[in-house]
C-alpha cells in the first residue's frame, strides 16, 4: 500500500508561486512515475504534470515554462515548483504515483490564486 501525502498549497496573488510537496511511504517508488494532476470546481481532472524515476519530464501545455516537477529520491518525495501563477491555475492539486498498474492518489492540496 503506498500513502502520498500532499503540502504546500494555499492562496497566493496571480504572478506569485508557491512550492507543492508530495511525501510517499509505505514503498520505495525511486523508479515509479510520478505526477501532479488537479481539478478546478466544475471541470474533470488534468495532467500538471509527470516525472520517471529517471528524472524525465513532461508537462501540460498550459504549465509549461511555469512549473518544474522534481524529485528527491533519498527523500521519496516529488515536488512542484510553480511560478507566475494565473487564476486559471486555481485547482484542488493532487499528486499520483503508478505502481504496475495501479495508480494511487493523494488527498489533495487548495492552491487559490486570487488577488
Keep these: 500500500q503506498v500513502q502520498l501525502v500532499e503540502s504546500?498549497?494555499?492562496l497566493v496573488q496571480p504572478g506569485?508561486?508557491?512550492?507543492l510537496s508530495c511525501v510517499a511511504a509505505g514503498r520505495n517508488l525511486n523508479n515509479n512515475l510520478m505526477g501532479w494532476y488537479r481539478?478546478?470546481?466544475?471541470k474533470e481532472r488534468e495532467l500538471v504534470a509527470t516525472i520517471t524515476g529517471g528524472g524525465t519530464t513532461?508537462?501540460?501545455d498550459s504549465t509549461k515554462g511555469r512549473f518544474t516537477i522534481s524529485r528527491d529520491n533519498a527523500k521519496?518525495?516529488?515536488y512542484l515548483q510553480m511560478n507566475s501563477l494565473e487564476?486559471?491555475?486555481?485547482?484542488?492539486?493532487?499528486c499520483s504515483a503508478r505502481v504496475t498498474i495501479i495508480t494511487y492518489w493523494g488527498q489533495g492540496t487548495?492552491?487559490?490564486?486570487?488577488s
Design 110 to 114: 487548495q492552491v487559490t490564486v486570487s
Design 87 to 94: 487564476s486559471e491555475d486555481t485547482a484542488v492539486y493532487y
Design 76 to 78: 521519496n518525495t516529488v
Design 8 to 10: 504546500g498549497g494555499g
Design 16 to 19: 506569485g508561486s508557491l512550492r
Design 39 to 42: 481539478q478546478a470546481p466544475g
Design 58 to 60: 513532461d508537462y501540460a
